[in-house]
């Protein structure tokens, strides 16, 4: 069982994460442990996923490794971010499955992934 996927952001970079990961993904932010907060970033958890954004002063965006997030209403989730001026591509690529990539403020790839007739 995967407990969270942690993915790397700039330092000062927060409240763009909070706006993001809140504000359009609907996640709640999740208290980090003092002596993990000291180092910046911020945990999200929510719609049976947990992702940890951390700080890397070399900063960049993963582009081909991502989170895949199963989700119901693929649809809704794409105008949720289009609505939020975030990219959306579906594609037909994995059988069974209906999906689309997005990316969050700072350019990281997210998988969002629906099974077909779900």
């Known amino acids: 069982m995967l407990h969270h996927v942690q993915l790397a952001c700039p330092p000062g970079s927060e409240q763009a ?5 809140q504000g359009v993904l609907g ?4 208290p980090k442990p003092p002596v993990l907060a000291a180092r910046g970033g911020c ?8 992702l940890h954004l951390g700080v890397e002063a070399d ?8 989170p895949g997030l199963l989700v119901s209403g693929l649809d ?14 579906f594609d037909g690529d994995f059988p ?7 990316e ?3 350019g990281n790839r997210l998988e969002f992934l629906e099974p077909v007739g779900a």
Request: net charge positive.
């Open 59 to 66: 900063f960049r965006p993963a582009r081909k490794a991502h």
């Open 27 to 30: 996640l709640a932010e999740i």
């Open 104 to 106: 969050d403020p700072h």
């Open 43 to 50: 945990w999200f958890r929510g719609h049976g996923i947990e």
């Open 96 to 102: 069974g499955m209906r999906r689309f990539y997005s």
């Open 17 to 21: 994460l909070r706006d993001f990961y």
């Open 76 to 89: 809704a989730w794409a105008g949720r971010l289009r609505a939020a001026g975030y990219p959306v591509a």
